[in-house]
């Protein structure tokens, strides 16, 4: 794996970010003896500190780490009141901040170990008392003058050197230009719509034109009239043609505003490895702190993520992975003498799945006890000692605040603070986090994280009069009412979904809509542990969705957290799936669905389902169920796979590129598998040439389908040919 120091892109953004946290916390330290409230000031200094020491960590430099280290410890001090704002302590902390600018990778002259250690020793005198404290001084080599020409000449070398062709540019303008770039595709949708308008025109204008001319006497007009006549349909004309003109720009203006929009969310991505890269260091570490013999697997490292999520989720990767050292990994003792190898292994894994990127945390330990995580649970208090909690729910106790399964506090666990910081951290960014463990096996953390906050992936759902957007990484399926099985539990609706009972609850009723509605359909969202099935009216499919703030005039709306503006002017609010979890009694909903049928019945016939896009894949899903059919999904070719283990279904629909196995070895797999052999597959792909037709056929498929040319009607009809009903 390439490493911080062995990776310019890294590198630079290392000296960059420390380079702006440096001058940030000399230009507070400039402030701090003259302002009027010092507190404020320090407590922004002291996140720059632990911001350098934290890089300085991943990079290495001990240095960089033990200066930082006691910056951060005298201005707490500070901060604190321990110590007052001196003249002294402000000169040694910029000196410091100097020696860390001074330290970085890469600068021809840095500063010797020497001057760090003398500042870290002059800090320790500091923050136990000495007043005043002397300041460490360091001078560079003087250059002789002779040489001055040739100094002068290296110096541009190395400018040249470090010189790139890239630009830095804030965060904040980047989101700036999305948001500039979303009202720009709202004019051009408002534009479309005028020039609909315009048609519109244009034809009732031909219309009257033809009315007047049948009007006219059988003797024709007379001239005057025979030239407004004619004049009248040259202006027809006219319209028709600048309608048409109109058109075709505003399909040119769309296009280009596309790949603004594409552009500037390009600049905000960064690659996984940026945050990646400091593992193995940590692993080092915490293995060595722990006695045990850890091994780091990256993979994945270039899967890019826009840089708000991947920074907002950093700590709580970096938790999951000491975490798995510490808590599952075993010792090498331990690992012995269950006929494991003595080395353990971590992994981190990163993959983009649809518009979601996953990230795995595994660890081949131990597993999680079941029987001592319960018994811990109940010693604090968090279970009642006759539980019987098991699976699923019990590990949902791991993400409790300040629950620990530690029998004693270390550097690196037994605080508390721990799985329940990642959850809230990945499920404020939209995403979820879930965990699978398997005794003497492993464990292993997901997360499932939107690519960008900038543009949303949402499911427009109609309640009541009003459309709302559902952010798709926060949803796990949508299902139909019409044929779902929908009865009273404990004098509340449920449905069924996959063998399990889901609470049907109203989201109008929640959202504080009234009036009458009709529940067609449902999204099921998860909350924590457990899975809600929200009814809607209806589904109208899936947008990609610039959302704004409703500003300080609105402020914040109970279960909004923003909104956009279709093209027919119409406002679209965005659902807080997270606030809609804590929602504690929103009104049931009445059943919708036909009477729950006999056993007896006719057998609905079965779609097999298999798409790595979790957008198509429930658009796929909700058309089919619409149309009667009960569907499953596989979320890619390996998951296709295993599903022909069970019972065969009555057709397949299957994407092309798919990770694992892609859908003609799926398709090829389909046909030599015993009771398979003669189910129809379609395959639905954005791959359209002969080439790939021709080796899908040649695979096995029944029918090739394109995404680029989607009709819900032509896939409804296809798979009623297919099955024959």
Same mark, same amino acid.
């Given at each position: 794996?390439?490493?911080?120091?062995?990776?310019?892109?890294?590198?630079?953004?290392?000296?960059?970010?420390?380079?702006?946290? @440096?001058?940030?916390?000399?230009?507070?330290?400039?402030? %701090?003896?003259?302002?009027?409230?010092?507190?404020?000031?320090?407590?922004?200094?002291?996140?720059?500190?632990?911001?350098?020491?934290?890089?300085?960590?991943?990079?290495?430099?001990?240095?960089?780490?033990?200066?930082?280290?006691?910056?951060?410890?005298?201005?707490?001090?500070?901060?604190?009141?321990?110590?007052?704002?001196?003249?002294?302590?402000?000169?040694?902390?910029?000196?410091?901040c100097d020696g860390i600018g001074s330290a970085m990778p890469g600068l021809e002259d840095p500063v010797p170990d020497e001057h760090l #250690?003398?500042?870290?020793?002059?800090?320790?005198?500091?923050?136990?008392?000495?007043?005043?404290?002397?300041?460490?001084?360091?001078?560079?080599? @003087?250059?002789?003058?002779?040489?001055?020409?040739?100094? &002068?000449?290296?110096?541009?070398?190395?400018?040249?050197?470090?010189?790139?062709?890239?630009?830095r540019v804030a965060t904040a303008k980047v989101y700036d230009?999305?948001?500039?770039?979303?009202?720009?595709?709202?004019?051009?949708?408002?534009?479309?719509?005028?020039?609909?308008?315009?048609?519109?025109?244009?034809?009732?204008?031909?219309?009257?034109?033809?009315? %007047?001319?049948?009007?006219?006497?059988?003797?024709?007009?007379?001239?005057?009239?025979? @030239?407004?006549?004619?004049?009248?349909?040259?202006?027809?004309?006219?319209?028709?043609?600048? &309608?048409?003109?109109?058109?075709? %720009?505003v399909d040119d203006a769309r296009g280009r505003l596309a790949v603004v929009r594409d552009g500037a969310m390009g600049l905000a991505m960064v690659p996984v490895r940026r945050v990646v890269a400091g593992l193995p260091r940590v692993v080092r570490d915490v293995a060595a702190a722990s006695g045990k013999d850890v091994r780091l697997v990256l993979t994945g490292e270039d899967v890019e993520l826009d840089k708000q999520v991947l920074d907002g989720v950093s700590d709580a990767l970096k938790h999951l992975v000491v975490n798995a050292v510490d808590h599952g990994c075993e010792s090498p003792a331990d690992r012995l003498a269950v006929g494991k190898p003595t080395q353990a292994t971590v992994t981190v894994a990163a993959r983009a799945a649809g518009g979601t990127v996953v990230l795995d945390v595994s660890d081949d330990g131990a597993g999680v006890d079941e029987d001592a995580l319960r018994a811990t649970a109940i010693a604090r208090g968090v279970l009642p000692a006759d539980t019987t909690l098991s699976g699923s729910a019990l590990l949902q106790v791991l993400f409790l605040?300040?629950?620990?399964?530690?029998?004693?506090?270390?550097? #690196?666990?037994?605080?508390?603070?721990?799985?329940?910081?990642?959850?809230?951290?990945?499920?404020?960014?939209?995403?979820?986090?879930?965990?699978? #463990?398997?005794?003497?096996a492993g464990t292993t953390f997901t997360l499932t994280l939107p690519v960008t906050l900038g543009v949303l992936r949402c499911l427009i759902a109609r309640v009541g009069g009003e459309r709302y957007a559902l952010p798709v990484p926060g949803i796990v399926e949508s299902i139909s009412l019409k044929d779902a099985t929908v009865h009273m539990l404990a004098g509340n609706p449920v449905v069924v979904r996959h063998g399990a009972t889901l609470p049907?609850?109203?989201?109008?009723?929640?959202?504080?809509?009234?009036?009458?509605?009709?529940?067609?359909?449902?999204?099921?969202?998860?909350?924590?542990?457990?899975?809600?099935?929200?009814?809607?009216?209806?589904?109208?499919?899936?947008?990609?969705?610039?959302?704004?703030?409703?500003?300080?005039?609105?402020?914040? %709306?109970?279960?909004v957290s923003g909104a956009t503006i279709d093209g027919d002017g119409t406002v679209i609010c965005l659902v807080d799936l997270r606030e809609l979890s804590g929602e504690s009694s929103p009104a049931a909903v009445m059943a919708t669905a036909e009477p729950e049928q006999s056993e007896a019945a006719v057998r609905k016939p079965r779609v097999l389902v298999v798409e790595d896009?979790?957008?198509?894949?429930?658009?796929?899903? @909700?058309?089919?169920?619409?149309?009667?059919?009960?569907?499953?999904?596989?979320?890619?070719?390996?998951?296709?796979?295993?599903?022909?283990?069970?019972?065969?279904?009555?057709?397949?629909?299957?994407?092309?590129?798919?990770?694992?196995?892609?859908?003609?070895?799926?398709?090829?797999?389909?046909?030599?598998?015993?009771?398979?052999?003669?189910?129809?597959?379609?395959?639905?792909?954005s791959r359209g040439s002969e080439d790939d037709q021709k080796a899908g056929l040649e695979a096995g498929a029944s029918a090739y389908l394109l995404k680029t040319e989607f009709d819900q009607n032509q896939l409804v009809e296809t798979v009623r040919r297919l099955v024959g009903r």
């Open positions: 794996m390439v490493g911080w120091a062995e990776d310019p892109e890294l590198l630079a953004t290392f000296r960059a970010e420390v380079e702006e946290r @440096v001058a940030s916390l000399s230009a507070g330290l400039l402030q %701090l003896e003259t302002h009027p409230s010092p507190r404020q000031v320090v407590v922004g200094m002291f996140r720059d500190a632990h911001t350098v020491k934290g890089s300085a960590r991943m990079l290495g430099l001990t240095g960089v780490l033990q200066v930082a280290h006691r910056c951060e410890d005298l201005l707490g001090a500070i901060r604190d009141e321990r110590l007052p704002v001196r003249r002294d302590l402000i000169d040694l902390l910029l000196a410091a #250690t003398a500042l870290a020793d002059a800090l320790d005198r500091a923050i136990s008392g000495e007043e005043p404290v002397t300041v460490p001084v360091w001078s560079p080599v @003087v250059v002789d003058e002779d040489d001055a020409d040739a100094d &002068s000449r290296a110096f541009d070398d190395d400018r040249r050197a470090w010189a790139t062709d890239s630009v230009l999305l948001d500039v770039v979303g009202e720009a595709e709202l004019d051009a949708r408002r534009v479309e719509r005028a020039t609909s308008d315009l048609d519109a025109l244009a034809a009732e204008h031909n219309r009257l034109v033809r009315a %007047l001319r049948d009007a006219m006497p059988a003797s024709g007009p007379s001239a005057e009239v025979g @030239v407004a006549l004619g004049s009248l349909v040259a202006v027809a004309d006219q319209l028709t043609a600048s &309608s048409r003109d109109l058109r075709e %720009l605040p300040a629950f620990s399964t530690a029998s004693e506090v270390t550097e #690196t666990s037994g605080r508390g603070v721990g799985l329940d910081v990642v959850r809230a951290a990945v499920e404020s960014l939209g995403g979820t986090v879930d965990l699978r #463990t398997t005794p003497g049907l609850l109203d989201l109008g009723a929640a959202l504080g809509l009234t009036g009458e509605r009709q529940a067609r359909a449902a999204v099921v969202v998860r909350h924590g542990d457990r899975q809600v099935a929200w009814a809607v009216d209806r589904l109208d499919g899936e947008l990609e969705l610039v959302v704004k703030d409703l500003g300080p005039f609105l402020g914040r %709306l109970p279960l896009s979790v957008g198509v894949r429930e658009l796929e899903r @909700v058309i089919l169920e619409g149309a009667g059919y009960e569907v499953i999904t596989a979320v890619d070719g390996l998951d296709g796979a295993e599903r022909l283990k069970g019972t065969p279904t009555d057709l397949v629909v299957s994407d092309v590129e798919m990770p694992g196995m892609d859908g003609f070895a799926l398709t090829r797999t389909i046909r030599r598998t015993r009771g398979w052999e003669q189910v129809p597959v379609v395959i639905m792909t």
